[in-house]
């Protein structure tokens, strides 16, 4: 293991070329009432904000997967790499943070705890097979599969205990009040005991879950490579509704204001009504769309492996659409008001999500980023497939 200091300069400005489709105003109705008896004017209530983000505690920021921290903001203007922390293989994995520590995996079997501020090692912990997915943490412990088939839950570098599957786990878990939902290999969702790693229940598909679940109130989304999106009940695993894709995929939905948006190998992002498993509307894109979507302020935000980068109204009506001429496989992260993704080029992107998407910055990190980049206090943390976890921070004075 070798923790190295290297200087990245952002090329700013990057030329990247975005194209505006279309964009439509959302109109705010809003009814004052004044209780009975009551002559005198009320104060208007005024909008909550909420806590700006402390941690990324799983991919997709939440168990909603929209990946869009509250309150957060990522470097702006020049960009360097402030440190870099060296894997003994690639990885595929998105970094999750708590605590001041980022969590990830690689193909080196291994799960590493950095230092987010320093990117100095905190401990790591070795596995049987290859940890391509993120982790998840609930503050006690660090939840994470591997290509060995089991489900760990990690404590200061040791596990707690481990849960053993049918086949490799390529999902990233999600954990949710006490228990930790993942899909396997072997076809299966499982909810399991954070504190025990009991199974609680397990929900079979048609074919391999490689897609992160998502998790809102009472009900688990998760896609398959069956083609099918699930919506689960996650008190017992009983199936409320499947929808059907045009194309398989690792489909690893994003669940806002009652639409579970999803991409798709087929091309498409579809929005799927929460309830009723009813579409609602499809996008198209150029390429597959293999990870997750971002959903914020009223916009969802997908990329595909052609290279397009698109925002739309949570109506279907694209706002504009670039293409960073490389495969995309990175899921997209917003924060502040801009759009960050990795891109096959080795490249981490910052795009301006108000205008037009026009490209902010660019950061050579000298691997191809495969995973949604996590977005903390200032900092962009990515894991490349050169293996390397890098922090992209404004460049020193």
Do not use: K
Not at 10 to 20: D, L, N, P, S
Not at 76 to 83: H, I, P, Q
Not at 336 to 354: H, K, Q, T
Request: charged residues 20%; hydrophobic residues 40%.
């Amino acid at each position: 293991m070798r923790w190295t200091r290297r200087r990245v300069v952002a090329a700013i400005g990057a030329a990247t070329t975005a194209a505006v489709a279309g964009c439509s105003d959302t109109d705010e109705d809003a009814e004052n009432g004044t209780p009975a008896g009551q002559e005198h004017e009320q104060t208007p209530t005024p909008e909550q904000t909420p806590e700006p983000a402390s941690a990324v505690p799983m991919v997709g920021y939440d168990a909603t997967r929209t990946a869009a921290p509250p309150g957060v903001a990522g470097p702006a203007g020049a960009v360097e790499a402030d440190w870099t922390f060296e894997l003994d293989d690639r990885t595929t994995a998105a970094p999750v943070i708590a605590d001041g520590t980022v969590y990830i995996g690689g193909d080196d079997l291994t799960v590493y705890a950095i230092d987010a501020d320093d990117g100095t090692e905190r401990w790591q912990y070795s596995t049987n097979g290859d940890v391509t997915a993120a982790a998840a943490t609930d503050g006690d412990r660090v939840y994470v599969g591997s290509s060995d088939g089991n489900l760990y839950a990690l404590a200061d570098g040791d596990d707690e205990w481990v849960f053993e599957t049918g086949d490799g786990i390529d999902s990233a878990p999600a954990v949710v009040d006490g228990t930790v939902y993942v899909g396997s290999g072997d076809r299966t969702v499982y909810a399991v005991d954070a504190d025990s790693g009991q199974e609680q229940w397990h929900f079979d598909a048609d074919d391999s879950v490689t897609g992160a679940p998502a998790v809102v109130g009472d009900t688990v989304y998760v896609g398959s490579r069956d083609s099918n999106v699930y919506a689960i009940a996650a008190d017992d695993g009983t199936e409320r509704w499947t929808f059907r894709t045009e194309g398989a995929g690792s489909v690893s939905p994003a669940v806002a204001d009652g639409t579970v948006y999803v991409g798709c190998w087929d091309g498409r992002l579809y929005a799927i009504d929460a309830a009723e498993g009813e579409e609602r509307w499809q996008l198209s894109l150029d390429g597959r769309v293999q990870a997750s979507p971002a959903v914020a302020d009223g916009t969802v935000y997908a990329a595909s492996t052609g290279g397009d980068v698109v925002a739309a109204t949570t109506d279907g009506e694209a706002l504009w659409r670039t293409n960073t001429n490389s495969r995309i496989e990175s899921a997209p992260t917003v924060a502040g008001g801009v759009v960050y993704l990795g891109s096959g080029d080795r490249n981490v992107y910052a795009f301006d999500a108000a205008n037009d998407g026009e490209a902010l910055w660019r950061v050579d990190v000298e691997g191809a980023v495969h995973a949604a980049p996590a977005v903390l206090d200032g900092t962009v943390y990515a894991g490349t497939y050169g293996g390397d976890v890098v922090a992209l921070r404004n460049e020193s004075a």
